[in-house]
């Protein structure tokens, strides 16, 4: 019988020194000859660990108990933290955290071979590091054993919902309502039928999208209304595909998110892509603007332009922009957005950019500047085109740092571009995303 691959784990903490950290909320030693991650170790800390998975080269633990903190180390702000999933760097301090994302990000962009940046960005941040969550979804779980229903992030490294009372991270309005949220879904008829909540919140309102997968009776609706009504939250059901969501009193209530310093506000649907961190979207366009550094004679493209987030701004600047999304339905509510903002200079078009460029109109034309933000799996697609678009500063927003360098690399060492300028923004505080903004010149 071949032998299982999966080792038996020690029972008793073991005491290690961490030599190392990445930004991801491990600190990495080794022991044994394996290579160990431990997850909320700092480095430079001893540390005693619990293992939770071991192979003949690699193993990974937690932390049990800090003997020598290091310096960068806080107190947490959620007692859930550790378990729940949705952050991993609550116990580092917010300096510390921007800093080892910056250093990953260059990392990143020197292993891909893309070089240093010509100007390091300071990184961008909010004034505060919680509360900012306005886009989320909770997932809900009724559990008969403890009669109780659970709302609120997943557990790390697995698929139960975590136990939550609150969120600092989420907006106030839904952050501090997890635990009467619960309650409340325990007193249904269908409470082990909804499997997850839709947060969307604009500048005024918290709206809540309850996915069913039953009926609801008449005392169930009544009981979700009566609920938001006296926490000032507004309910939509969701019965099926996106084309279900409906109010569940009234008519459909218009959302909107502003960006001051353009006098600009956009309208959106509880489940459009919207940033999540609104006071870092507004520094991030701003940033953008500043590095794209337009005037009336440039002819601008905007890829994956969403709502038109960037585009509009850049058309208050510019003399021309035209906008490409790959979501029609997007692609529409920015003509909306446009006309609402009274701005007539943008041209729009629904196009899949991940299905290779054909002979779009869009694409016949020249530019003199680009801005993308792509989703996770990067622009690697579009790259030729970029290079032979004429345009001569590119600024490239990314959710991935990994996709991002690579694509570095590829503007850089094949296509004639030199990487200028480069930073992190703090979007996603207390976890491991990175997001960042590049500036290529040519």
Known sequence: MARSKHRSLPAEPVTVRIEGA???????????????????????????????????DRAEGVVVEVLEASPDRVVVACPQFGTCGGCSLQHQSRAAQVRDKQRSLFSLLAQHGAGEPARELPPLLDESSWGYRRKARLGVKYVPKKGRVLVGFRERG?????????????DPAIGERLLPLAGMIERLSIRDRIPQIEVAIDDHHCLLVFRLLAEATAEDLALIAEFCRQHRLIPYLQSGGEETIQPLTGEPRELYYRLPAQQLKFRFNPTDFTQVNSGLNRLMVGRALELLALDRSDRVLDLFCGLGNFTLPMAQIAGRVTAVEGDAGLVQRAKENARLNRIGNVSYHAADLYAGVGNEPWLRQSYDKVLLDPPRSGAWELLPWLAASGATGVVYVSCNPETLARDAAELTGRFGFRLSAAGVMDMFPHTAHIESIALFER
């Open 158 to 170: 697995s698929g139960f919902i975590c136990e939550t009372s609150h969120c600092p991270v989420l």
């Open 22 to 56: 990445d930004s991801s909320g491990f600190g990495n030693a080794t022991v044994d000859g394996r290579s160990l991650r431990v997850h909320g170790a700092l480095d430079g800390e001893l540390v005693t660990f619990r293992y939770t998975m071991m192979r003949r």
